[in-house]
């Protein structure tokens, strides 16, 4: 996983899988799995899923780059504190999944809250076979 700065603004966290890294076919699975991480964690509640694709390219004026094939986000929000009414700016969160001709791109921007940070990252690498996947996999095709 990375972590970058885009639009020299924005700390993001982004992963490429391709798509012989996952079991996972479409951003559709993706999202669905993400939702099951999210149900499953003590402190996220699943809000949404926003086809961004969809509205984008239903706007007149709207611009997807040509290498995107889909592209959603899963909305959610990690409810441990509410410090402020300030915090509603950056709430809820989202991971973006979009489908490219290589595979997959998994995003998100990156909380002050390191427990937030570290559940998403896990989620995002869960959809990546595992070693063990793979070997077992290999084991299995030679047999």
Not at 62 to 79: E, L, M, P, Q, S
Not at 134 to 142: H, K, P, T
Request: hydrophobic share 40%; proline share 5%; with cysteine.
């Amino acid at each position: 996983m990375k972590h970058q700065l885009l639009f020299e603004k924005y700390p993001l966290f982004v992963m490429e899988i391709g798509r012989d890294e996952t079991d996972f076919d479409s951003v559709d699975a993706i999202c669905d799995h993400l939702r099951e991480r999210i149900d499953a964690h003590r402190c996220a509640q699943f809000i949404a899923v926003f086809d961004h694709y969809a509205h984008t390219c239903a706007l007149p004026e709207g611009h997807v780059d040509d290498d995107i094939r889909a592209a959603k986000n899963v909305i959610f929000c990690f409810g441990i504190a509410l410090p402020c009414p300030e915090a509603l700016a950056v709430r809820p969160r989202s991971i973006g999944v979009a489908e490219t001709s290589r595979g997959f791109m998994i995003s998100f921007m990156e909380t002050p809250m390191p427990i937030a940070n570290t559940a998403m990252e896990d989620w995002a690498e869960g959809l990546r076979h595992t070693q063990s996947d793979n070997s077992s996999a290999n084991s299995q095709q030679a047999a």
